[in-house]
């Protein structure tokens, strides 16, 4: 059965540093999407991007966050000076329409 | 705004009990709903989906009925196993202008069962 994958699984970085976190949707889906988990939180949507271009993003996905899908397979959730808070689980999601279908995520820790 | 309440935990059941773990929500328009599971050091899968209004979901012996009239979606196992420990998640799918459906999730219950 095809499915997201996630890379890498685990990533530590300094404040300030930037970070790129990768996924691979499935192949067919149109629509795909980043999540994050604070540790002990919700799950919280941070952007969807349809049709090479974002079509929703929350008060979450400010200037300090882009998206990007740079050839036919990857989307990559780029994180630019990254800070204490940024430190969550990052799922990438994707679908043909619904339902959506998480990636096993990626935890970031920022020290 | 479109917003998901669920049960708060965590829930501690014995093998073989009875499961609910209660999910309301608010929305304009006729979402579709789902109850995702994470188990632990792993991502989210999708447990069981309901599209419209009475559907009823069901996967590994859980189900989870669409309930308009009281914008429900509880989840229900009749009898669960220690594998079942993990965390659910009930989620509501928004549609968004045909560019997509952004989810909103609760805050997740976490389920254990003992021995």
């Known amino acids: 059965e095809p499915e997201v994958t996630q890379t890498p699984s685990h990533q530590v970085t300094q404040m300030g540093q930037e970070v790129i976190l990768r996924c691979v949707p499935i192949?067919?889906?149109?629509?795909f999407y980043w999540y994050r988990q604070i540790l002990g939180q919700k799950v919280e949507f941070l952007v969807s991007f349809y049709n090479n271009e974002i079509s929703e993003k929350s008060e979450i996905f400010d200037d300090q966050f882009s998206v990007e899908r740079p050839d036919g397979s990857n989307f990559t959730l780029k994180i630019r000076s990254t800070k204490l808070e940024d430190s969550a689980m990052y799922f990438c999601?994707?679908?043909?329409?619904?339902?959506?279908?998480f990636g096993p995520g990626t935890r970031l820790l920022v020290l | 705004g479109d917003s998901v309440t669920q049960m708060e935990g965590p829930v501690t059941l014995s093998e073989e009990a009875f499961l609910t773990i209660n999910c309301t929500y608010t929305?304009?328009?006729?979402?579709?709903l789902f109850w995702y599971v994470q188990y632990p050091g792993e991502g989210l899968q999708l447990l069981l989906k309901a599209t419209k209004a009475d559907d009823k979901g069901s996967n590994k012996g859980f189900e989870a009925t669409y309930r308009k009239e009281t914008t429900s979606f509880h989840l229900e196992k009749g009898s669960v196993q220690v594998s079942d420990s993990a965390v659910y998640f009930c989620a509501l799918s928004a549609k968004a202008r045909n560019t997509g459906n952004q989810f909103y999730f609760g805050t997740g219950t976490s389920l254990t069962v003992i021995p």
């Open positions: 192949s067919n889906h149109l629509y």
């Open positions: 929305a304009t328009g006729y979402p579709s």
């Open positions: 999601a994707s679908s043909e329409f619904v339902p959506q279908y």
